[in-house]
Nanobody, 123 residues
């Protein structure tokens, strides 16, 4: 069992930056594929970025070149650095953990979820 807690959300102007953090407790974060999902009002939760146990990374096309996912296994934390933010990035951002080997983009693959952190980008 692993517990996840996100932080770092907030209100920012378009073009600004935020860094989200997700701290894991209960088990080593190194045992999991970690991902960030986001859910905008009235929309389904969607995959944003994922990082494998080995460090492999994938992004959804809309955030490539702007977002960077990273993990610090010593701190049991995964990060999402978000630059050049756009109003369409406004959403609740969730951290998720998957005990399988490969990064998957579907919410059904993930065993554990955080409570989410709100990101709002004004134009």
């Amino acid at each position: 069992q692993v517990q996840l807690a996100e932080s770092g959300g907030g209100l920012v102007q378009a073009g600004g930056s935020l860094r989200l953090s997700c701290v894991a407790s209960g088990r080593p974060l190194s045992s999991y594929v970690m991902a960030w999902f986001r859910q905008a009002p009235g929309k389904e939760r969607e995959f944003a970025a994922g990082i494998a146990r080995t460090g492999g990374i994938i992004y959804t096309d809309s955030v490539k070149g702007r977002f960077t996912i990273s993990r610090d296994n010593d701190k049991n934390t995964v990060y999402l650095q978000m630059n050049s933010l756009k109003p369409e990035d406004t959403a609740v951002y969730y951290c998720a953990a998957d005990s399988n080997l490969y990064i998957r983009r579907t919410t059904l693959a993930y065993d554990y979820w955080g409570q989410g952190t709100q990101v709002a980008v004004s134009s």
